[in-house]
């Protein structure tokens, strides 16, 4: 199979990307990345020498780019996005055009090239919190921030060009990704990481919002068997079962590192802060016999041990732009 994957040089697409080439020797992929602040290509400077890996820069919102990287590949996944609330809670414009528009383009694409199949991926924070129980792939969407209403979006128009037009779409929603290789943005790279240099570690509200961990290796499997053997037109919901307080996720992060709880520092919170993710994950498991395998603990340990001994990879992040993005947005830490 000829994949196209695009935001292959993010976090979770960096991990899939190689997942896939290490699993399906015959396979070759086609990464369309924009290399956002958030791409980076020393994510998967390990495929530089794999012939069976091309890396083309490129906007999914740019039809020419996008057509170019389609005609070469028999399925897709979309993977590329603008990915963190905060951001879009900054400005929204970014997430509008590549979320919305650039999977609008893609979709175009798909149906052009007659593609056999194209994994959309989605995101829990669509449904919007729950206070207790979990979401289904029935219940409606509800999201709360520019982000999650521009994932939203993007599913919407992508359901309808698999109702309307019969591109192969599936979408698939998952809760929280762990792993190596995340933006240091996001608050498992962050927490360990000003953990690791004896930093405040910004706990926003009162720490009491819950997130449903998932390791992203776990994701990538199920991708996989979404790919392979999902059903044309469906959503899955992908989940790591582990629901967690924020608090209770950095008191576990500051234990395993040795490091003092003096650490926290409780920030304002983030306006509309969504309380609680969580997803009902029985359709995955009784269709397409995914679990997620990953001990929570044992895989938290792991990515910590990653960010310790992967200090140049941050560094060079944190110094490149991080720093003063953190600084203007925030003004604290
Ligand atoms: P990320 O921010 O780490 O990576 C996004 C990648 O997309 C980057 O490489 C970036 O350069 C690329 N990109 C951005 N705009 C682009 C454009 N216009 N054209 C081409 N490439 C572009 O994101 P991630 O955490 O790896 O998330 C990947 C996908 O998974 C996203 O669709 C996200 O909504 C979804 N998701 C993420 C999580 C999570 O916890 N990280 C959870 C559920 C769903
Ligand atoms: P984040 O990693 O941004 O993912 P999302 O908002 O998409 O779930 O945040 C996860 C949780 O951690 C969320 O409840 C907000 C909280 N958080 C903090 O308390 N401090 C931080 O500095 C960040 C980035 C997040």
């Not at 993007?154 to 792993?179: C, E, M, Q, W």
Request: some cysteine.
């Amino acid at each position: 199979m000829k994949l196209l994957v695009t935001g292959g040089a993010g976090f979770i697409g960096s991990n899939f990307v190689r997942y896939i080439l290490k699993k399906y020797p015959s396979y070759r992929i086609v990464n369309l990345d924009k290399l956002t602040y958030a791409g980076n290509r020393g994510n998967i400077s390990d495929l530089n020498a794999n012939p069976r890996h091309e890396f083309i820069r490129g906007d999914i919102a740019d039809r020419t780019t996008v057509d170019e990287a389609m005609a070469k590949v028999d399925a897709a996944v979309n993977f590329a996005a603008e990915t963190h609330v905060d951001r879009s809670i900054a400005s929204a414009t970014a997430f509008i055009k590549t979320n919305i528009s650039g999977t609008h383009t893609l979709l175009e694409s798909a149906r052009k090239h007659r593609l056999s199949r194209f994994v959309h991926i989605s995101t829990d924070e669509v449904y919007g919190s729950i206070p207790r129980g979990s979401f289904t792939e029935k219940s409606g969407l509800n999201p709360s921030s520019p982000y999650s209403s521009s994932k939203a979006g993007a599913d919407l128009i992508a359901r309808s060009y698999f109702i309307t037009h019969k591109v192969p779409v599936i979408i698939t929603r998952s809760s929280n990704n762990f792993g190596p290789f995340q933006y240091p943005e996001k608050v498992i790279p962050l927490f360990v990481i000003n953990a690791l240099e004896d930093k405040p570690l910004p706990l926003y509200g009162n720490g009491l919002n819950v997130r449903d961990w998932l390791y992203v290796l776990d994701n990538c499997e199920a991708i996989d068997k979404v790919l392979h053997k999902g059903k044309d037109g469906e959503i899955y919901n992908i989940g790591g079962s582990t629901h967690l307080s924020n608090v209770e996720l950095t008191k576990k992060i500051l234990e395993m590192l040795g490091k003092s709880s003096k650490l926290i520092k409780k920030v304002d919170d983030r306006p509309a802060h969504d309380f609680r993710y969580a997803v009902n994950c029985t359709k995955i498991a009784n269709d397409l016999g995914w679990r997620p395998r990953a001990i929570f603990d044992e895989a938290l340990a792991a990515t910590i041990t990653w960010y310790e001994i992967n200090k140049p990879w941050w560094k060079k992040i944190i110094n490149n732009n991080y720093r003063e993005y953190y600084r203007k947005q925030y003004g604290r830490a």
